[in-house]
């Protein structure tokens, strides 16, 4: 009897309770996403540190998930980071994709702007990593805390459309990628809602995201990225 009682207080003070998330981490995770946005202006668009801007934001919010995940072993399903619903959450988005890049394709032609070269197979590779963080911070941390924000109630749709017109402006002042990643946010906003999975909204991100700028917008990222520092 003494070594059951034993075995059950142990098990019991294993479990880590889990306290609901405040409004007031749910706003200032909403603030990081937008000072994230303001930085890319700053490092990106005007300093011209790119890669470093990139490496430095994807190491900060790692250690931020992690961080999180130490307090609350649950938070990474509730973001999105699980497998189980994988090949479900890649056979609903399949379709848009492949429709996607069908498009790319026909205005890239249209425009005279296709220019595929071996640089977009490391983009192809490496991109869904920085495409994850994107989705993490837009439709995980935006979308996801405005849904669930406990003293503003706001409608779905509603969401949707301020995640999709964040996003969006992000990517000024390329109208192309304004307009790729408006319509990219409202799909991505509309699935996260109902399932999540950030591991495949990643994925699809970086592919259509190369892809987007070797057909439509006719750059290679892979050379002003990577190229100038060799």
Sequence with gaps: M??????????????????????????????????TGIGKFIFMDYLNW????????????????????????????????????????????LPFAIIAIAVFFLVGYIQGTINLTWHIIPLLITYPIWGSIQQF????????????LKRVKLKKSLIILLTAIVFSLVHYPSLWLMLGTFILALFYGYIYLKVKNIYVMGIIHGWLGALFYYTVVGQDPFAEVFLKYF
């Design 137 to 148: 911070l837009t439709i995980g941390l935006l979308a996801g805390n405005l849904k669930d």
């Design 2 to 35: 003494k070594n059951r009682l034993t075995k059950y207080l142990t098990e019991f003070s294993s479990i880590k309770l889990t306290r609901p998330i405040s409004d007031k981490i749910r706003v200032l995770e909403i603030a990081g996403v937008i000072l």
């Design 50 to 93: 790119r890669l470093p801007f990139v490496v430095v934001a994807i190491l900060a919010w790692t250690f931020y998930v992690y961080y999180r995940y130490k307090k609350d072993r649950n938070v990474l399903s509730d973001w999105g980071f699980q497998l189980g619903n994988f090949k479900t959450v890649f056979k609903l988005m």
